[in-house]
């Protein structure tokens, strides 16, 4: 097998898309940490566009951004495929990956925001999406993908480990257990799963980097 590295972040949800997948699949690789306030030479190398993590480097060539990354994982290993295969429910799953990925992580709420109203604003667009994930995507199976993790959990991963963290740190409560009983549910089988829960970062050390990016954006907001 050609040499698989993969180039990310300890804090990046998108970077442990690819760990999970990576693990899922059985696919040995070296992990590469990336400073990304000093980037490296390599990473620079490898995604000279957007300089980002994570990067997958296989057999020397890059594959760049974690959901490119998952599918030509599919098709250069497919034990275990992460998308479906029927086609119509590979471009759902692609429709709700891109979804979330605008809604989540570019939610206001994640670091604060400069005013009570910008923040309850955002907060009732993270309930919002939150209400819209659990009814109209995750329904009621086990996983995204059903009995098994697939690449729609993966994509969702953030709502699992790094939401808890934000909500602590923002202030706001949006997942919980009565008003989203499915999907909270869904965090404790995805987070209970030996691949997911022997990779993930740890909770204080997220909080810790969090809020340091938190007061950093509300100082810049007062200047």
């Known amino acids: ?22 693990e899922l699949k059985g696919i040995p690789y070296q992990y590469v940490e990336e ?3 000093n980037k490296s030479p390599l990473l620079l190398h490898y995604n000279p566009l957007h300089k980002k993590v994570p990067v997958l480097v296989h057999g020397g060539k890059p594959v760049c951004e974690s959901i490119v990354i998952l599918e030509y994982m599919d098709e250069i290993w497919p034990q275990y495929p992460l998308f ?3 086609p119509f429910d590979r471009a759902m799953a692609r429709f709700w990956i891109k979804y979330t ?4 992580f570019g939610n206001r709420l994640l ?22 994930i659990e009814e109209q995507c995750l329904g009621d ?15 969702f991963g953030g709502i699992a480990q790094w939401l808890p963290v934000l909500e602590e740190v923002s202030g706001w409560k949006l997942l919980n257990a009565d008003e989203f009983p499915r ?8 987070k209970e799963a030996a691949v997911i829960r ?5 909770a204080d050390k997220l909080a810790g980097l969090y809020n340091r990016l938190r007061h950093q954006r509300l100082r810049s907001a007062a200047e």
């Open 35 to 37: 400073d990304i306030t």
């Open 111 to 132: 670091f604060g925001s400069g005013s009570g109203e910008e923040a309850e604003k955002a907060r009732a667009e993270g309930i919002e999406f939150l209400r819209t």
């Open 1 to 22: 097998m050609e040499e698989v590295k993969l180039h990310g972040m300890w804090a990046s949800p998108f970077t442990y898309r690819v760990k999970w997948g990576l």
């Open 141 to 155: 199976k086990k996983f995204f993908a059903g009995e098994a993790i697939g690449a729609l959990d993966l994509a």
């Open 84 to 86: 479906p295969i029927n």
């Open 101 to 104: 990925d605008n809604k989540l």
């Open 198 to 202: 022997d990779n993930l970062p740890g």
């Open 183 to 190: 999907l909270y549910a869904w965090t404790k089988n995805f």
